[in-house]
């Protein structure tokens, strides 16, 4: 299968705005499988990114009984705000795509 990143993130709870992450749910990647879910609040993700560490989203695939490799998660920076986006779109929201909610 090959390592995605070093998390793949599975899940996400919106706050209620819907502007921003409250918290995702995502699996780290070993490269031949996910292992357990964790839970981490928006602001570790922002923190994990910037220290180098790599997310991207990943979606289930019911067929395979597995998750099937989404997109590239990083940061867009917009009037001083980080925003965790799988796109380099300029609008003040996190964007992790269709991901399920939690």
């Keep these: 299968m090959g390592k995605r990143a070093d998390y793949c993130i599975v899940g996400?709870?919106?706050?209620?705005d819907r502007k921003?992450?409250?918290t995702v749910r995502m699996l780290p990647d070993t490269g031949s499988l996910?292992?357990?879910g964790l839970i981490m609040a928006r602001r570790?993700?922002?923190a994990g990114l910037q220290r180098g560490?790599?997310?991207t989203t990943a979606l289930p695939d019911h067929e395979q009984m597995s998750y099937a490799k989404g997109q590239t998660v990083s940061i867009?920076?917009?009037a001083g705000v980080d925003y965790v986006?799988?796109?380099a779109n300029p609008i003040e929201a996190d964007e992790l795509g269709?991901?399920?909610e939690f």
């Design 20 to 22: 921003q992450i409250d």
């Design 53 to 55: 560490m790599t997310f």
């Design 44 to 46: 570790q993700i922002v």
């Design 98 to 100: 269709d991901l399920p």
């Design 76 to 78: 867009v920076t917009i």
């Design 12 to 16: 996400v709870r919106l706050t209620p």
């Design 34 to 36: 996910l292992m357990t």
């Design 85 to 87: 986006r799988i796109d």
